[in-house]
């Protein structure tokens, strides 16, 4: 079958790569599926890298989303069928023909779903929803501030914000030529990172935030701290820059506020409770099937083309969400 593999550490697509490799068969508890879209992540970047802890070793085959139908189901798996409509999380090798994948990570996708959108939901979707509900305890008539607003999970959170009951909504990007992008994912207020950016959020949000959603690492923590508002949620789920994560604050700082602050994992949440994954991902498909959330993926013709929007996430150039269509597929 025909993957993507990437050979080794690289800041750039030279070692990026579509192989002919072996087909994955399923073991216990496991489901393969014929790939029909896959999702495209900032976290292929960060492997592409060697960030440490996201890679063990080279050869390395990205891709965590896949939407496509069963191929053959593992031992002790009832609850899937063969040539079943599914979209699921993998540890890797979701970008090729067939991939691998936990049962308890493997949903079925409703007809009204494209399998494109589905390929969506895994990593990106499911993400956005347990940020707002699991990790930031998300009540409505909360106001919401997403660093990197015009990527696939800050403009998955301005629709879901809406839909949950929210309030203000502010975006955060690094150029000023992405505002317009979150503005017109639903954000109210889209501002360019720079050096007034706390003064800046508080103008727009009339005071500070309830929520804080930051994807960078640990380099905006003293922003967000400064902009949260008092019994505030600061949530980190990322380090898009690949850097050093700075030490915390002092907990000195978080008690005169009340501010929790914590960081979410998707990939250690599917590790450690997949039921709760798997159940955020159900609810994102259930909610697309009814039309309340409307998700625009950008559909990349074959594997040979997502080397080059790594490119483009590298370097802060994407926009949106991007899946690819496997070009074997009809």
Same mark, same amino acid.
């Given at each position: 079958m025909r993957a993507l593999v990437m050979t080794g550490p690289s800041l =750039?697509?030279?070692r990026t790569e579509v192989r002919e490799i072996r087909e994955p068969r399923p073991g216990p508890g496991q489901v393969?599926? +014929?790939v029909i879209n896959a999702g495209i992540n900032f976290l292929d970047v960060m492997e592409r890298r060697g960030d440490a802890r996201y890679v063990r070793a080279w050869p390395h085959l990205p891709g965590h989303e896949a939407a496509g139908t069963v191929r053959e189901v593992g031992a002790g798996v009832d609850n899937l069928s063969v040539g079943q409509r599914v979209a699921g999380f993998v540890t890797g090798g979701g970008l090729a023909q067939v991939a691998l994948a936990r049962a308890a990570l493997t949903v079925p996708v409703p007809d009204q779903v494209p399998l494109s @959108? %589905? !390929?969506? !939901?895994p990593l990106m979707l499911s993400t956005a929803l347990l940020l707002l509900t699991d990790a930031a305890r998300f009540s409505p /008539? +909360? *106001? @919401?501030?997403v660093h990197s607003a015009s990527g /696939? @999970? /800050?403009s998955a959170v301005a629709q879901l914000v809406p839909i949950l009951g929210g309030g203000l909504l502010i975006g955060t990007v690094g150029r000023a030529d992405k505002a317009p992008s979150a503005r017109n994912s639903g954000y109210d207020f889209a501002l360019t990172r720079g050096d007034n950016l706390a003064a800046a959020v508080r103008a727009a949000a009339g005071g500070g935030v309830d929520i804080v959603l930051d994807p960078l690492g640990t380099s905006m923590l003293d922003v967000d701290l400064d902009v949260v !508002?008092? =019994? /505030?949620r600061v949530v980190l789920f990322g380090n898009a820059g690949g850097g050093d994560i700075a030490p915390l604050p002092p907990i000195g700082r978080l008690q005169r506020g009340n501010i929790a602050l914590s960081r979410f994992s998707i990939s250690a949440?599917?590790?450690? %409770?997949?039921?709760? !994954?798997a159940a955020a991902l159900r609810r994102i498909l259930s909610l697309v099937? *009814?039309?309340e959330l409307v998700i625009a993926v950008t559909e990349i013709d074959s594997l040979a083309g997502v080397p080059a929007i790594h490119d483009l996430l590298a370097e802060s150039r994407g926009q949106g969400k991007y899946v690819t269509r496997l070009a074997s597929t009809k």
């Open positions: =750039g697509s030279e393969t599926i +014929d @959108v %589905a !390929a969506a !939901a /008539g +909360d *106001s @919401v501030l /696939g @999970v /800050g !508002a008092a =019994g /505030g949440l599917s590790a450690t %409770a997949p039921e709760r !994954a099937a *009814s039309h």
